[in-house]
């Protein structure tokens, strides 16, 4: 790195690329004082900061591998200092005086792209908008002008365009430049501004990493390298489809005859209610005691062995919290294993008309218990896999064994609930055989986690809630260094008048037949919503998407294996393999899979086609092999043929044109 200094200015070089620069006219350091609100409501997190004071850092003093700041009148300062390491450059900076507030601002060209934030569901290139980093519920609506969240909004429960469940401070920009902040504090990243883009955390002390590639993919590489691989899915989480079925034994059963009637090749069955069932008013909810239900499911353990005889896996749902009416509550908090309130009483959180205690992963006996848990009562009978669902909730005023204020931990949470369930795999040798997949995330999810869903969609066609937002989501997960993703078939909230729709349903399941892994979700409304075996035509065609899911799954678990090698995601932006082509940096709602795969899902409601932009080269359709020129093109897409392409020079050319016959 190459630092270029005077009395009041600095810049910082790698190579030709202006990494950082601080002058009296344009300050790069701010520090501030200011006093936040949060309400919390079911995983609705609404923040305000009263900002009380914010100066900038004026004059400085340069010295070889450190700078040191002051505020006006030399009154306080800020140590910064770095080190290279593998290609990297890592920051770390200290403030002397009073301040709770940092925001660190960091060079920008206006034609520059910006992508990353975690698993962000409205934006892909985030340029021109704020993105709050905490993890929390995505909300019922993420766009306030729609009439759905003006009414969740009522009830608390709307969200906004950068709710998410996996927020993470970090971006890479079309110079290739990588950030990523290493806090885990409230933070925020801001690309409103044409010269700068700015990042702000809640804390005194910060550490951040810096990264310059060649390329686009050089540069996730590099970022990749950084946060740490993903670890492997079993080979046959890619093959077919998994159902997701609830009702007990003989409804499995009716279901997987069904299906298999029609031809679907069905590797697992995905039951969440295997630990039993509560109604609330959002609908069919979980015990959250995680052991099997002997009335609902009674002898599980003898099901599951004859359904995997069968070649059909048994999969189910487990989250990082116990319910105050189940026997786990009991033990965890005799053991006192749970996060407390300020007076020493257990803290209980009200996840939708039931409560539940947070199993507190500061403590290390905490952890052991957990994942006890999870190897008896999953493992121990059977479970292939499950759902390791939330991870969001952690009140910010709850009290941790290990001391730490609830405020950093919160965004780690995500990622300790991760690790939970990866060394409860990797102790009893399951790693790499059974299939765990996760909603929440943040960074260092990206070591534990091998398959994030997208979350809790909406059955409609909106474009920040429904079908459009996964491919989004997908998408910028990937560009966080999280590249497996899926996502419920259908969407699942069911709320407002919502109904998921027969045509929904058919197009969310093709679309998925050309993602890592195909799995239905029933909503959590099943009666309102049209599922898989609604009639002999949906049945039909969802076995179909499943048997052309098996056909790909040579090829996904290519891009399986150079996403857990190397980071670049298997669903990647365009301008991953064609960096030097501008036009592929607007691009959301169309991805490549693996390299050689193209495709532009229907997202629209009664669409027979689509607009597809093409790259340079030669694109061909799989179903009919017709070739499309560079740039736009309307493509035909009816149901059952959605726009999907391949390049003609593909290696797996043969294995492409083989879909046209199933």
């Known amino acids: 790195m190459n630092v270029q200094s005077t009395r ?14 601080h002058t009296l006219e344009q300050p790069g350091i701010y520090v501030g004082m200011g006093r936040e609100e949060i309400d919390m409501y079911r995983g609705n997190f609404h923040i305000r900061d009263h900002l009380e004071r914010r100066v900038p850092l004026e004059e400085l003093e340069a010295d070889e591998g450190k700078i040191r700041f002051y505020t006006p009148g030399r009154r306080d300062s800020l140590l910064l200092t770095w080190e290279e390491k ?3 450059i890592h920051f770390h900076g200290v403030f002397s005086g009073q301040c709770n507030r940092i925001w660190l601002r960091f060079p920008a060209l206006p034609e520059d792209s910006v992508f990353g934030g975690g698993e962000q569901f409205s934006y892909l290139d985030l340029r021109g908008k704020r993105f709050e980093i905490f993890t929390r519920e995505q909300g019922v609506g993420r766009n306030k002008k729609e009439y759905v969240t003006f009414l969740a909004d009522q009830e608390k429960a709307g969200g906004d365009y950068d709710w998410t469940f996996f927020p993470q401070p970090t971006f890479l920009s079309s110079q290739n430049i990588f950030f990523h902040l290493e806090n885990t504090c ?9 010269s700068f883009h700015e990042v702000e955390l809640w804390d005194r002390e910060f550490r951040f990493v810096l990264g310059v590639g060649e390329s686009p993919a050089d540069t996730l590489r590099s970022l990749s390298g950084l946060l740490g691989h993903q670890p492997p899915l079993p080979s046959w989480a890619f093959e077919g489809i998994w159902l997701g079925i609830q009702g007990g034994p003989e409804v499995v059963d009716q279901k997987l005859n069904t299906m298999k009637a029609q031809g679907a090749d069905v590797t697992a069955v995905w039951c969440q209610d295997w630990e039993g069932v509560r109604y609330t008013s959002f609908g069919k909810r979980l015990r959250w005691d995680w052991m099997a239900d002997e009335a609902l499911y009674p002898n599980l353990r003898e099901h599951i062995a004859r359904w995997e005889a069968e070649g059909v896996r048994f999969m189910g749902y487990i989250n990082p919290y116990v319910c105050v009416d189940g026997k786990l509550f009991t033990e965890a908090r005799e053991k006192g294993l749970l996060a407390l309130k300020a007076d020493g009483q257990v803290y209980a959180v009200d996840f939708g008309e039931f409560d539940c205690g947070i ?5 290390p006996e905490a952890c052991r218990w957990y994942k006890e848990v999870i190897k008896k009562n999953l493992l121990g009978i059977g479970l292939k896999g499950w759902m390791a669902d939330f991870g969001e909730y952690l009140p910010t005023d709850c009290v941790l064994f290990s001391g730490e204020s609830a405020m950093t931990a919160h965004n780690r949470w995500p990622a300790m609930w991760a690790k939970i369930n990866y060394e409860a795999l990797e102790e009893t040798g399951n790693l790499g055989k059974v299939a765990v997949f996760f909603r929440a995330g943040a960074a260092g999810s990206q070591k534990y986690a091998p ?15 429904g079908l459009a937002s996964v491919v989004v989501a997908a998408l910028s997960a990937g560009m966080s260094g999280h590249g497996m ?7 699942y909230t069911t709320l407002y008048h919502m109904k998921r729709t027969k045509e929904l349903l058919m197009r969310w399941a093709e679309f998925c037949a050309f993602t890592p892994v195909l799995r239905t979700h029933e909503g959590n409304r099943p009666d309102s919503n049209w599922q898989f075996d609604s009639d002999e035509e949906t049945a039909r065609h969802v076995a179909r998407c499943s048997r052309l899911h098996t056909a790909l799954t040579p090829y996904i678990l290519e891009a399986d294996r150079e996403n857990r090698e190397t980071g670049i995601p298997a669903m990647r932006p365009l301008f991953l393999e064609y960096p030097e082509d501008r036009e592929c940096y607007r691009l959301k709602y169309q991805y490549l899979l693996g390299r050689d795969l193209l495709v532009a899902p229907v997202y629209t409601q009664e669409a027979q086609t689509v607009e597809v932009y093409i790259p340079d080269g030669n694109w061909r359709s799989i179903w009919d092999d017709a070739p499309l020129s560079p740039g736009w093109n309307q493509a035909p897409a009816p ?24």
């Open 8 to 21: 009041d200015a600095v810049r910082l070089y790698q190579g030709e690329k202006l990494l950082f620069a």
């Open 86 to 88: 593998e290609g990297r």
């Open 186 to 194: 409230y933070s925020a990243l801001d690309f409103t501004a044409d």
């Open 359 to 363: 199993v507190d992963f500061t403590n």
């Open 451 to 465: 398959l994030m869903w997208a979350g809790d969609q909406n059955v409609d066609w909106s474009l920040d809630d």
């Open 485 to 491: 993703h899926t996502s419920d078939v259908g969407g």
């Open 639 to 662: 149901m059952g043929r959605p726009a999907v392409f391949y390049r003609q020079d593909s290696g797996h050319k043969e294995l492409f044109t083989q879909l046209r016959t199933i």
